[in-house]
């Protein structure tokens, strides 16, 4: 069996960017590439970075695709976590308004969804 | 006696039985499993609902793809034991394995979405990923005076992705020749933020709604369909009116895959993306549209990943490591409408780009263009899929993509 490569980041151009005062990786979009720079600090940074302020709703999505994402090496769709983490669409709907899988992809610190071609 | 079970004979799992057969020594058995006795060639669908093809047209028996020397078991999978390495069949025949290929496909699910399957479903609700769908929308559209057209797709992946804005790009084409374009509004709706998802062909197919008049509604993610004020409503609690809605039904995976632990959320099988082998099980490989590949769902990238996965399943059932990586290739004639089509060239890393294919500078069709050629290319294919591609004899393409020929352009 072949070495599974779980964070893709192939062909994307990375370049470095400081984020609440912490050095991190991003790529061309600004999506951070690597799970391990990223901090609740960081989150709440690149949150108000899109208009955003973070409220315990908030952060239980945000937990969850952080968790979910080390278990299973892609982030979250939305299906998955409605259907997973439990937390209605409608509600990340307004949590998240207009792209919620773009946007809590971006907060968490997580390489944006595959929107497949 | 060594046993591969094959699930599910559509274009992936036909093909894969028609290479590998010659390849496998007697030594091996080969079982194939299917419920449903006609093959159909899908990409014929959408020309369905304008008349260009007769239902009749693609449609022939999938026993005839079938090799010599491989058994056709004709039934619905209701179990799969991967722990035991068993299969089980609504008819309660259970089916043993030493290694399996998952090729069951995707299918699209209208249920899925509050209201789809309502008062309107094929009244005034209509999908083209089935032939009751687009046999149904075809008698719709015959007799349609006009009014809002709203094309739509429900949630990603789909099949066929372009699928969608090609009928879009037809039905104008189709309303312009029947003289009453003008009676009509088209309105294209999807949950992505363009178009498309790259960003280069996203530009170009964009400019090609605008050319066409299409109005394009993005970032559209369905909640529900309200069948009495007639409008599609999303999550965030827009509503778009039709009079004729077509759309593309969230798709999913095969059911016997749920509670396996082999699936993700709409039943897609988790491989590794180079080898389709499954991230779970050493003696599975899911392959076309059951897998969870981060590409098109689409007979040419089953196509390309069979080429590279019959020479790893060969060393892989040796003991070998593989040695081939699959890139995500693909390829797609993209039908624009007035007798003209594009042809698109991706994988994983690279997005569609213009240039030519599959002959460096000369092509002789061109990517990301419109040109008559590649129409006639797209109706050619039908011809190629039945006679070579699904009986497994080579085509001269390569199954890697190749840069080749591709020009480097900013979106």
Redo the contacts between chains.
Sequence with gaps: ??K?DSN?K??RALSLATIAGHEVHVDDEGFMTEYDEWSEDLGKTLASNIGIEMTDDHWNAIRFLREDYKSEGVTA????VT??GGIP??Q???LF???PA?KMAYIAGLPKP???? | MKKLLVLGAGTAGTMIVNKLRPRLGDEWSITIVDQEPEHHYQPGYLFVPFGTYQPSQIVKPKKKFIPKGVDLVMGSLTRLDADQNVVELADGTVLEYDYLVIATGATPRPEETEGMKGDQWQENVFDFYTLEGSSALADKLRDWSGGRLVVHIS???IKC?VAPLEFAFLADSYFRDRGNREAVEITYVTP??AA???PV?AKRLGTMLEDRGITLEP?F?I?SVDNETREIV???ERRIPFDLLVTVPVNMGADFLVGTGLA???NYVSV????C?S?KK?NIFAVGDAADL????AGSVAHFAIEIFTENFLQHVEGQE?TH?FDGH?NCFVESGGGKGMLID?N?????LPGKYPIPGLGPFKLLEETELNHLGKLMFKWVYWNALLPGRDLPLPALMSMAGKEDVEA
């Design positions: 069996m072949l599974h893709e192939g062909g769709t939305l299906r998955r259907n997973t669409t409608k990340l709907f307004q308004p207009k792209k773009k595959v929107g497949c071609v | 949630e990603l992946p992705p992505l933020d498309f998802t790259k062909a970032d993610y909640e999303s999550y965030d993700n959320d709409l590794d993306h180079e080898t082998l991230k050493d981060p590409t098109s769902k593989m990586r693909a991706f994983y890393e690279t997005q569609p």
